[in-house]
Every structure is written in C-alpha cells, then in structure tokens.
C-alpha cells in the first residue's frame, strides 16, 4: 500500500515537473509573440513617418519648382521688358544683362531651397522695381512728347494760318501791284500814219514818200510817272520787214533787245501829250502798215495804217 502510493507520488512530481517546463515554454513564447509584435508596430511607425517625410519633401521640393518656374517667368518678362527699353541707355542695357545672368543661373540651378528661393525673389523685385521707374519715366516723356505734340501742331496750325495770311496779303498786294503797273502805263491813241516829201509836205502816193510820220497823243494818266519818256516806233511794211534806223539801234522789251524804226523823246506831265514822230526811209510801197509804239519798256499802243 506504501509503495503504490509512493508510485502515485513520483507520477505526480513528473507530471508537476513537466508542467512546469511547459508553462515555461508557453511563457517564453507569449515573450517572443509580444516582441515581434512591438517590433512589427515600431517598423509600421517608422514606414510611416518615413512615407510622411517623403511626401513632404516631394511636395516641398515641388513647391519649390513652382517657385522657380514663376521666377523664371518673372524674368522673362522682365529680360523682354528691359530688351524693349535697352535702345540707345546703357542703364538699361546693364539691367537686362543682369537679368539675363540672374535667369541663367536660375536654370542652372540644382539644389533649390526656400533661402535661395527667397535671395532670386528679391532680386527680380530689385529688377522689376527698376523695371516700373524705367517705365515711370517714360510715361512722363511721352505725356511730354504728346504734350509738346499737340503744341507744335499747334504752333504749326498758327504758322500756316499766319503764312497763308501773309501769302494771300502778299497776293493781294502784287494783284494790286499790278493793277497798278497796269494802269500806270502810258497809253497812245489815235494812231496814224502819213506819208512827207523832201519838203515835209503830205503826199497821197507811199511811193513818192521820202519818209514817214507817226502822228498819236499819249493819253493822260494820273498813275504814271511824270518825266522825261523815251518812244520808240516800229514801223513793219506791208512785206513783214521793219523799217530799221540807220544804225540798227534797239531798246530793251521783255528781257530782249529789239531794233526800232525811230525814237523820240518828250516831256509827259500825265496830260494827253500830241507826238510825232518821223521814220526816214526810201522805197516805200503801197499796202498796209503796222505801228507799234513803246514807252518805258512796254507796249504803248498799235494800228494798222493802210496806205496809197
């Protein structure tokens, strides 16, 4: 009886020990699950910071790329602004080499942040603040410019109204100047023609004529010139030759030289004036005549005298 129940007592210890080596397993298991399970939640976190951080730099580092690109923009704008404005101003030639240099080492540029960001900002606002008084400036010059414009369209407008004025007085005048110059040339009238012996006496036959006398009066004429008068006569034959003077003596008509048949010279005092004058010659022949008198370098008077 003693020794079945020392048997039971030894299983039992064995059974005891075992299920201790057991609970030690199961316990040294549930260690292992609760470490990997921490290490699996840690390794989670990490990715997702990790992930975090990544999407904030890809959006950081796309924002930046925005950046560039509206600087860039700014810069074309600016470097066409500036190539606009570059004529004949080294000033302003100077600006746009500068914005050319700031944009090409823009695009050069490789490891962007938002201190570089904001030092290209800065000076594209340098530049676009130089681009405005550029711009300032010649604004006013053109309100200038149209203001002086409309002035000398204006002055313009007064000069043409005033030459016009003075071309139309100037006009009037020489119309008038001429008017007078018309009327103040010295008329003759009744014009005749007769033929004189070696004795002065009136024949009826030209051709037993020894000369000529041109017989007129110088009309009276307040606007002419009193004084002494030269008159000249040309006498033409009924063959269209003129009876010369002996020497082939001329006087001065509209800027030529033209031979005359005999002159005289008389006292006019702007009354009617009786002139002859005589033409010597030889030869005559019956037919018609033509006179033509001049005094002061014009056409005084003219008729055609038919003679026997």
Do not use: W
Request: glycine letters at 4%; aromatic letters at 8%; proline letters at 2%.
């Amino acid at each position: 009886m003693r020794e079945e129940y020392n048997d039971y007592d030894d299983r039992y210890e064995d059974e005891y020990d075992e299920y201790q080596e057991q609970e030690v397993d199961n316990k040294a298991v549930r260690g292992y699950r609760i470490v990997i399970i921490i290490l699996a939640v840690i390794l989670v976190a990490l990715s997702a910071v990790y992930f975090n951080m990544h999407r904030q730099q890809q959006a950081e580092y796309a924002l930046l790329e925005e950046d560039r690109t509206k600087i860039q923009g700014d810069l074309d704008s600016l470097i066409v602004s500036f190539d606009d404005l570059k004529i004949q101003n080294d000033s302003i030639a100077a600006n746009l080499e500068e914005a050319n240099q700031l944009m090409e080492q823009l695009k050069n540029e490789r490891r962007l942040n938002y201190a570089k960001i904001r030092a290209y900002e800065k000076e594209v606002g340098t530049l676009r603040t130089v681009m405005q008084g550029y711009i300032r400036q010649i604004d006013s010059l053109n309100n200038i410019n149209q203001q002086l414009t409309k002035e000398n369209i204006s002055y313009k407008k007064e000069i043409s109204t005033a030459q016009l004025r003075a071309e139309m007085a100037e006009e009037r005048a020489e119309e008038l100047n001429n008017k007078v110059r018309v009327g103040a040339v010295i008329r003759a009238r009744s014009i005749s023609l007769q033929a004189l012996n070696d004795r002065g006496k009136e024949v009826t036959r030209v051709k037993n004529a020894s000369r000529l006398l041109v017989d007129f009066t110088l009309a009276a004429n307040e606007l002419a010139e009193p004084g002494n008068k030269a008159i000249y006569a040309c006498v033409i034959s009924p063959e269209g030759y003129l009876l010369a003077n002996p020497d082939a003596a001329s006087f001065s008509f509209e800027g030529e030289q033209k031979v005359y048949s005999a002159m005289r010279e008389v006292d006019y005092d702007l009354s009617d004036l009786p002139v002859g004058i005589y033409v010597n010659g030889n030869g005559f022949t019956p037919g018609t005549y033509k006179v033509e008198l001049y005094i002061d370098g014009r056409l005084a008077g003219s008729s055609e005298v038919a003679m026997r």
